[in-house]
């Protein structure tokens, strides 16, 4: 693996790859201001020990060449070698542990410097797998004492640091797909005295990941607490601060664990804070109660045309069959049972195994599952049937129909940049909904006839939604309202003209669907906020070696005020005709 770090020749960065080397094979180019060249190779070679014993005669000879350096200047210059000497000995450390660590020089607040550092690690490794974004600066004063520069300096190392970056990496098309971690700090998220400038641009971060993460990028933070003597909090002041405020100085060795556990598994959250009680109690951090809620939930899903009679509308080759929209709502219904009331819902990797069919006379059955996961903040969700013969006798049992992970929603989806371009631009021509318009082996109508205003633009595909009477009067509102609307786009996302045919597709795969209400699951006000809701999908895209299939990245559902109902990250939905 590949990793370009800022910062990562020094402090808290340079400990947790250093840990890293330990455990798999890694490269890293480290990225620092510090020039090695400016420091005499015999301050470069002394242990920290006798590096800080040499500090006095250090002062002493410069003060004796009289060449008109302040005092102020050599401790600048000194602290200048203090950090060469940290990045020569780290990069000694690291390599006798069968690592590899270079250390290229570029001030990152530099977008020339950063695009030519990012171009040489590519030349010399071919690829990058991870950007480790570790670099920062803080100067705690409060903030009417610090000059415009400190501020800038201090700000512009962390973001427009990682713009530089993130423009380096989409220069060579590389920004997708490059995993990015970030350092940011857990005193920042609560405010710490005389580090706003520094806790804004932390916090900044934390936002930043989450918002790529929720576009699917494979992008996490972590905010630290204050390491015990390591980078920033190495000198006697934050050891001293933390013991007057009952802190927890994190040692050494935790923090790499910390960070390779992280590293070895997938957060639940793209943004991590770190606390222990000592915080929580010292900030006045609010902790939910710990949850009541059950650990696991069977539900039943409902398959008879009597009491399901909205199935007879929804036909695949000429049987009754749930629709997979359906399937997932009915799964978001019985997960938010153990994830508490929460306004939205993030769906991640569903798969839409088995059609769930309704054969006339027969007792189908069926059920969702949902598991709390042990230790994580998610809940996992099957829907599993039984096939019945009409004797009543049941022939296969536990037939998995549908499967997906379950996480709560804090807020809600923004829409992404490719279906805002996408719904102001001119529509090229109007279609009919060639599932309600027939013929194919999908035939919908009723509850199902919701679809208006298909326009196919150039990059994409929008539309009106259209709640029926039916479906506001029905005694499953609530549960079939959103699950409508988001078959609906589904649908929408994939009616693509190709010459004078539209070919019909059902759902596969859907790596991420975020479903917002506000205010819980289900209920009548969510059903009046989807009427009238703007349907926008981007151009299905082919995949390749499954010519039967399609990729659509982005399809998003926007309410009346603008606000995002739905959006889904990459659909796959294939077709068989
Ligand atoms: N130490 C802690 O307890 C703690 C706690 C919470 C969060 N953190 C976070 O952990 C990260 C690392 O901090 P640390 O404590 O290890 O600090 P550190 O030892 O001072 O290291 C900071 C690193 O960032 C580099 N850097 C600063 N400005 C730069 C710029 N403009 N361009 C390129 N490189 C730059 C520095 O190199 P040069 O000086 O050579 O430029 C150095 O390698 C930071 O993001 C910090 O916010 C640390």
Same mark, same amino acid.
């Given at each position: 693996?590949v990793?370009l770090?800022t910062?990562?020749?020094r402090g808290?960065t340079a400990?947790?790859l250093?840990?890293?080397?330990g455990?798999?094979r890694?490269?890293?180019?480290a990225?620092?201001?510090?020039?090695l060249e400016r420091?005499p190779?015999?301050?470069?070679?002394?242990d920290?020990?006798?590096?800080?014993a040499?500090e006095?005669?250090?002062y002493r000879?410069?003060?004796?060449?009289k060449?008109?350096?302040t005092?102020k200047d050599?401790?600048r210059?000194?602290?200048?070698?203090?950090a060469?000497?940290?990045i020569?000995?780290?990069?000694?450390?690291f390599?006798?542990?069968g690592?590899?660590?270079?250390?290229?020089a570029?001030?990152l607040?530099d977008?020339t410097e $950063?695009d030519r550092?990012?171009?040489?690690?590519?030349e010399?490794?071919?690829?990058?797998?991870?950007?480790v974004?570790g670099?920062?600066t803080?100067?705690?004063?409060?903030m009417?004492g610090k000059?415009?520069a400190?501020f800038?300096?201090v700000?512009a190392?962390?973001?427009?640091g990682?713009?530089h970056?993130y423009?380096?990496l989409?220069?060579?098309g590389l920004?997708?797909?490059?995993?990015?971690?970030?350092l940011?700090?857990a005193?920042s998220?609560?405010?710490?005295?005389g580090q706003?400038?520094?806790g804004?641009?932390n916090e900044a971060?934390?936002?930043?990941a989450e918002?790529?993460a929720?576009?699917?990028?494979p992008w996490?933070?972590?905010a630290w607490l204050g390491w015990?003597?390591v980078?920033?909090?190495?000198?006697?002041e934050?050891?001293?601060l933390a013991?007057?405020r009952?802190?927890?100085?994190l040692?050494r060795q935790e923090?790499q664990?910390l960070?390779?556990?992280?590293?070895?598994?997938?957060?639940a959250?793209a943004?991590?804070?770190?606390?222990?009680?000592?915080?929580?109690a010292?900030y006045?951090?609010p902790?939910?109660e710990e949850?009541?809620?059950?650990?696991a939930?069977i539900?039943?899903i409902?398959?008879?045309?009597e009491?399901a009679?909205?199935?007879?509308?929804?036909?695949?080759?000429g049987f009754?069959?749930m629709?997979?929209?359906?399937e997932l709502?009915?799964?978001t219904h019985?997960a938010s049972a153990?994830?508490g009331?929460?306004?939205g819902?993030?769906?991640r990797d569903a798969?839409f195994?088995?059609?769930?069919?309704?054969h006339?006379?027969?007792?189908g059955r069926?059920?969702?599952?949902?598991?709390?996961?042990?230790?994580?903040?998610?809940v996992?969700v099957a829907?599993?049937s039984d096939?019945?013969h009409p004797?009543g006798? $049941?022939?296969?049992?536990?037939?998995?129909?549908f499967?997906?992970?379950?996480?709560?929603?804090v807020r809600?989806?923004?829409?992404?940049d490719?279906?805002?371009?996408?719904?102001?631009s001119r529509?090229?021509?109007f279609?009919?909904?060639?599932y309600?318009?027939g013929?194919?082996?999908?035939?919908?109508?009723? $509850?199902?006839?919701?679809?208006r205003?298909i326009?196919i633009?150039e990059?994409g595909?929008?539309?009106?939604?259209?709640l029926?009477?039916e479906?506001?009067?029905?005694?499953?509102a609530a549960?079939?309202?959103?699950?409508i609307l988001?078959?609906?786009l589904?649908?929408?996302?994939?009616?693509?003209p190709?010459?004078?045919?539209?070919?019909?597709?059902v759902?596969v795969?859907?790596?991420?669907?975020a479903l917002?209400?506000?205010?819980?699951?289900?209920?009548?006000?969510?059903?009046?906020?989807?009427?009238?809701?703007?349907l926008i999908?981007?151009r299905p895209?082919? $995949?390749a070696?499954?010519p039967?299939?399609?990729l659509?990245r982005h399809a998003?559902?926007v309410?009346a005020q603008?606000?995002?109902?739905v959006a889904?990250?990459d659909i796959?939905a294939t077709?068989?005709?």
């Open positions: 693996m990793i770090a910062g990562g020749a808290v400990a947790i250093e840990d890293l080397a455990r798999c890694v490269k890293v180019v990225l620092g201001r510090t020039a420091t190779p015999e301050l470069l070679e002394m920290a020990d006798s590096l800080a040499h006095a005669a250090f000879n410069a003060l004796a060449r060449d008109g350096s005092i050599l401790k210059q000194f602290q200048g070698h203090v060469a000497n940290e020569v000995q780290n990069v000694k450390r390599r006798s542990l690592g590899q660590l270079d250390y290229l570029a001030d607040a977008g $950063v550092a990012v171009g040489a690690v590519l010399r490794h071919g690829r990058i797998d991870l950007v974004h670099a920062g803080q100067i705690s004063r409060a009417t000059t415009v400190e800038d300096s700000v190392t962390k973001l427009a990682l713009r970056l423009q380096a989409a220069r060579r920004a997708a797909t490059v995993g990015v971690h970030i940011t700090s005193f998220f609560w405010g710490n005295d706003p400038d520094y804004a641009a971060l934390n936002r930043l918002a790529m929720a576009a699917g990028r996490s933070s972590l015990a003597g980078g920033m909090t190495r000198g006697s934050y050891a001293a013991e007057q009952n802190l927890y100085p040692p923090g664990e960070f390779a556990a992280l590293m070895g598994g997938t957060p959250h943004a991590n804070i770190l606390a222990t009680p000592r915080e929580i010292y006045r951090v902790v939910l949850s009541r809620a059950p650990r939930r539900a039943p409902e398959l008879s045309l009491r009679g909205y199935l007879k509308q929804h036909l695949v080759a009754p069959t629709p997979g929209a359906v709502m009915h799964a019985t153990l994830l009331d929460s306004p819902m993030e769906v798969q195994l088995s059609f769930l069919k309704s006339p006379g027969r007792d069926a059920r969702v599952i949902a598991k709390a996961e042990a230790g994580g903040q998610g996992r829907i599993e096939f019945v004797s006798r $049941v022939l296969r049992t536990d037939m998995r129909n499967e997906a992970r379950m996480l709560p929603l809600p989806d923004a829409l992404p490719e279906a805002d371009e996408l719904s102001r529509p090229g021509f279609v009919l909904d060639p309600v318009h013929p194919g082996h999908v035939a919908l109508s009723g $509850v199902f006839d919701c679809l205003n326009a633009h990059l595909q929008t539309a009106t939604f259209e029926s009477p479906l506001r009067s029905s005694p499953q549960l079939l309202g959103p699950a988001l078959d609906a589904w649908r929408l996302a994939v009616i693509r190709q010459g004078s045919r539209i070919p019909l597709y759902p795969r859907s790596h991420r669907v917002w209400t506000g205010h819980g699951a289900g209920g009548t006000e969510t059903l009046h906020r989807l009427a009238g809701a703007r999908a981007t895209e082919p $995949v070696g499954s039967a299939s399609v659509i998003v559902a309410d603008g606000s995002v109902l889904n990250i796959l077709t068989n005709s």
